[in-house]
Structures are given as structure tokens and as C-alpha cells.
């Protein structure tokens, strides 16, 4: 059979996600399983949320609002901009795919750190561009790496800040002094998925820049602190000359109801939002307490996830975690072969990771 599937859509790789609950307990028999793998909230939704979604069910016949009115000019009123500059998506991530399609065709390059999130590489090269990737320092984003591979040819630059899977950020004086040099024909997309974990006072906020002369696109999500992943809902926050851009080549209604009216509600929801990051906080105290009295390193970060380094072959310690019912990342494939990436959970969650690491690791 031959498709003439092109050369650059057999080049990817299928992105490998953390692996389901449900999987594990198939496999192992292990009654209890903690899940630290996909950076998802422990608390479970806003419970606002749920009970917007559980009105909006007797409406699901409908199609959704293709631009998702209520929830844009809620984030406009909230983020004080206007609602043309923000475009919903089925997940942040589905707005990666957009900002590809839209803006890049094949010849084209794209600039990302590496390691970094996945969806960029898989997007851009869909597209049947080139991403080019910029090796991290001391775990950073290397900005000024950044600035030297670009050439006439660069159109989109993905900078994940705070970045997956390292959890550093890059300062505001960095990206200042990056946004300064680039070309103004170089749309720069900031993917803030962990924003609101962000406890570093000098950590760049792409909302500052959005309006400055160079095209800058913000991308956060509410399937981390807003709890709500399995509905599968972001946005981007951009000039109105990309948003128009964008309109035209998202499918008509990607983001579904339940999507649009859990979102909104859980704008209002600030305490849960509070309490999401104020347990992230405390979680992330509890676990670098432990690795320390462990004696285990772990890199510190601004996000809900972070790297430990196990100083041993983080496959194996990612298969021993499994057989206690513990699912985090091995980071061998992101060409750290001694790591291993997790979230926080529970306290509770947090305890027993602790004490499955120092029975895997003895
Ligand atoms: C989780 C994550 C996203 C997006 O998630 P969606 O669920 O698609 O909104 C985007 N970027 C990074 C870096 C992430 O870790």
C-alpha cells in the first residue's frame, strides 16, 4: 500500500503520555494507585465547575458557541484585554496546532528549547517545517542560544515558560532583552500552561509583552491549576492581527460546551484556585524536605512538577514506582537517563511516593 504519506509525517513520533491509572491497575493488581505523571491537579476540578457542567448538560444537542462568547469576555474583563485578542482551544495544545497550520508552511523553521514540551516538535513538523532546537542550560531556556539560529527562514519561536519538563522560567529581563534583538516578522508564542504555580518574582508574564511591537502569543490552559484536563480547554491571548488569523483555520467549534461553561466558572472560583496552588506549594516543601533528607537531588522549579535525579537508570526506577502503584516519567527519553519527572499529589500521595522512592532506590 502505498499512501505517499510524506517523509516529514513519518519522522514523528507519537507523543507518549503518562501512563492511565486504569492500565496500571489492570497490570499490576495493586489495589491503590497514585498518579504523579501528567501534572494534573490532585484536588480534582473546581467544584464550580462541576456544577456548571452539570447544567449545561441538557444543552449538549447544541453546538457550542464556536468563538465561546462567555468565557472570552470573561478571561477579556479578567486579563484587560480586548476579547478579539483571545482564542479558545480544545486544550492549549490544540492551539499549538493552530499557530503551525496558520503560520508556517513546509521550508519554514520554527526555534524551541530541548528538552522541552513535545507538542512543538510534533506540530511543526506536521506542518512539514523544521523545528530547531536549542539545548536548555543548567536546565534554562538558553535565549541567547535562541537568538543565533534564527535565520530568514524562522516564523515561530515556542519559548515554555515555566518550561516542561525542567520547571525553570525565564527571567523578565531575558526575554526583554530577547524580544529586543528578534525580527518583528518572528511571532513568539509564550506557553504558560503553569503560570499560576509561578512563585519567582522575576519570572517573565507574556501578558506584559502581548501589546509590545513584536507579535507575542500567550498560551495558558485550565487543565492544570483549574483541574479541569479532561474537558480539554485553553486559550491563547495574542494581537488581533494573529487571532483573525487563527479564526480562519480552527475547525468551527473546537471547544465544546461542557469545556466553555466549566471554564467560566471556574474564572470565578478562586478559591479553589488558591487552594490548588497553595497545596502545590506546601507539596513541593514536603518532597524537597524528604529528597533532602534522602540525600537525592532534585532540580527546584516554578511549576507542579519537578526533576529528581535518581542517580540511577530512571527506566528501572520508573518500573520499581509502578510495582508500588506509583506512576511518575522517566526522563530517559528526554535524554536524561538518570531522571525522573513528578507532580505533586495529595500530601497523603506525596508520603507515599516518598516512601515507594526509598524502597526502589535501597
Ligand atoms: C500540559 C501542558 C500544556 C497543555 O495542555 P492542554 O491540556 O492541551 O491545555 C501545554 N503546554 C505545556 C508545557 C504543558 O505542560
Redesign the pocket.
Known amino acids: 500500500m502505498d499512501l505517499s504519506i510524506p517523509e516529514y509525517i513519518l519522522t514523528i513520533a507519537p507523543y507518549s503520555p503518562g501512563k492511565p491509572m486504569d492500565e496500571l491497575k489492570r497490570e499490576s493488581g495493586v489495589s491503590r494507585i497514585i498518579k504523579l505523571a501528567s501534572?494534573e491537579n490532585p484536588l480534582g476540578p473546581s467544584p464550580l465547575a462541576v456544577r456548571a457542567v452539570e447544567n449545561a448538560l441538557k444543552n449538549i444537542h447544541r453546538y457550542p458557541d464556536g468563538r465561546g462568547y462567555d468565557l472570552a469576555m470573561k478571561l477579556s474583563g479578567r486579563l484587560g484585554v480586548e476579547s478579539e485578542s483571545i482564542v479558545l482551544g480544545n486544550?492549549?495544545?490544540?492551539l499549538i496546532g493552530i499557530l503551525t497550520r496558520a503560520l508556517l508552511k513546509p521550508g519554514d523553521e520554527a526555534i524551541a528549547a530541548k528538552p522541552s514540551?513535545l507538542?512543538y516538535d510534533i506540530m511543526v513538523r506536521s506542518t512539514g517545517a523544521t523545528l530547531i532546537e536549542v539545548p536548555l542550560k543548567k536546565f534554562t531556556i538558553d535565549l541567547a542560544g535562541f537568538s543565533e539560529k534564527i535565520t530568514p527562514k524562522t516564523r515561530l519561536i515556542f519559548i515554555?515558560n515555566p518550561n516542561?519538563p525542567t520547571g525553570s522560567v525565564v527571567s523578565k529581563e531575558d526575554f526583554e532583552g530577547f524580544l529586543a534583538k528578534i525580527p518583528s516578522n518572528i511571532v513568539v508564542v509564550t506557553?504558560e500552561?503553569?503560570a499560576e504555580f509561578v512563585r519567582d518574582k522575576n519570572a517573565a508574564n507574556g501578558l506584559d509583552y502581548f501589546q509590545a511591537d513584536k507579535p507575542v502569543v500567550v498560551?495558558r490552559?485550565f487543565?492544570?491549576a483549574y483541574g479541569l484536563?479532561g474537558l480539554?480547554i485553553?486559550y491563547g491571548v495574542m494581537p488581533a492581527g494573529i487571532s483573525e488569523v487563527l479564526h480562519r483555520v480552527r475547525i468551527p467549534f473546537n471547544v465544546n460546551i461542557l469545556g466553555q461553561v466549566a471554564a467560566t466558572a471556574a474564572l470565578d472560583d478562586s478559591a479553589f484556585l488558591e487552594k490548588s496552588v497553595q497545596l502545590t506549594h506546601e507539596g513541593l516543601d514536603f518532597l524537597y524536605t524528604s529528597l533532602d533528607t534522602l540525600g537525592v537531588r532534585y532540580f527546584p522549579t516554578q511549576t507542579n512538577f519537578f526533576l529528581i535525579d535518581v542517580q540511577n537508570d530512571a527506566d528501572k526506577v520508573y518500573k520499581g514506582l509502578l510495582k508500588h502503584g506509583v506512576i511518575v516519567r522517566s526522563m530517559a527519553a528526554y535524554d536524561y537517563p538518570t531522571y525522573i519527572r513528578v507532580n505533586v499529589g495529595l500530601p497523603e500521595e506525596n508520603s507515599l511516593f516518598i516512601e515507594a522512592l526509598k524502597r526502589v532506590l535501597s
Open positions: 501534572n486544550g492549549s495544545d490544540e514540551f507538542m515554555c516542561n506557553d500552561a503553569y498560551l490552559t487543565s492544570k484536563a480539554r485553553g
